[in-house]
T-cell receptor
Framework: QKEVEQDPGPLSVPEGAIVSLNCTYS??????FMWYRQYSRKGPELLMY????GNKEDGRFTAQVDKSSKYISLFIRDSQPSDSATYLC???????????????FGKGTHLIIQP | GAVVSQHPSWVICKSGTSVKIECRSL??????MFWYRQFPKQSLMLMAT?????????EQGVEKDKFLINHASLTLSTLTVTSAHPEDSSFYIC??????????FGPGTRLTVL
């Protein structure tokens, strides 16, 4: 079993829809959770960063962490064609400093927003 | 702010040669940098953690003699792939520990070994 599972997609939704992206993980020591957006042949760009369980909202993006279920989600409201990209979840146990640890990534979900 | 650059963005080399990839933090100092590798349709895999002025820490299964890492200054880390072979062809991405607890990623270097 991989440490972090993420459905690679592709996930195709119409413009304006609410998008739900998810990851599950097996390592209960993970405490720091991140979502990155990656465009083709580019480096990942940090979208959301959360610690432990709970919700965090930033504009059209909401990140949820449920440590009891080892499940994290990213919601995108009012999706736009420019949101089309690969979304990577990442996490760390914080043993060397929170999000500054080397991260464990999911495979990424390829998201397509249809105009 | 918090920009990380990589050079070159892509490189093609012959089997058996060595390739050096540079990672620079342009507008901040990074005591810690990380090197990842990403194969097609696979997740980013951490290769090593690079700390300024000290030896890099390699993840299990990564050959430290093959992937030489030097972090000589607070803004520059280099990854040298020695005696590269076709199976080393991949997308290599660095990141730098920035303000607070976050990592900022470079744009990546695509290595193709013929």
């Amino acid at each position: 079993q991989k440490e972090v599972e993420q459905d690679p997609g592709p996930l195709s939704v119409p413009e304006g829809a609410i998008v739900s992206l998810n990851c599950t993980y097996s390592n209960s020591a993970f405490q720091y959770f991140m979502w990155y957006r990656q465009y083709s042949r580019k480096g990942p760009e940090l979208l959301m960063y959360t610690y432990s369980s709970g919700n965090k909202e930033d504009g059209r993006f909401t990140a949820q962490v449920d440590k009891s279920s080892k499940y994290i989600s990213l919601f995108i409201r009012d999706s736009q064609p420019s949101d089309s990209a690969t979304y990577l979840c990442a996490m760390s146990d914080g043993s060397r400093g929170g999000g500054a640890d080397g991260l464990t990534f999911g495979k990424g979900t390829h998201l397509i927003i249809q105009p | 702010g918090a920009v990380v650059s990589q050079h070159p963005s892509w490189v093609i080399c012959k089997s058996g040669t060595s390739v050096k990839i540079e990672c620079r933090s342009l507008d901040f100092q990074a005591t810690t940098m990380f090197w990842y590798r990403q194969f097609p349709k696979q997740s980013l895999m951490l290769m090593a953690t690079s700390n300024e002025g000290s030896k890099a820490t390699y993840e299990q299964g990564v050959e430290k003699d093959k992937f030489l890492i030097n972090h000589a200054s607070l803004t520059l880390s280099t990854l040298t792939v020695t005696s590269a072979h076709p199976e080393d062809s991949s997308f290599y991405i660095c990141s730098a520990r920035g303000y607070g607890d976050t990592q900022y990623f470079g744009p990546g270097t695509r290595l193709t070994v013929l």
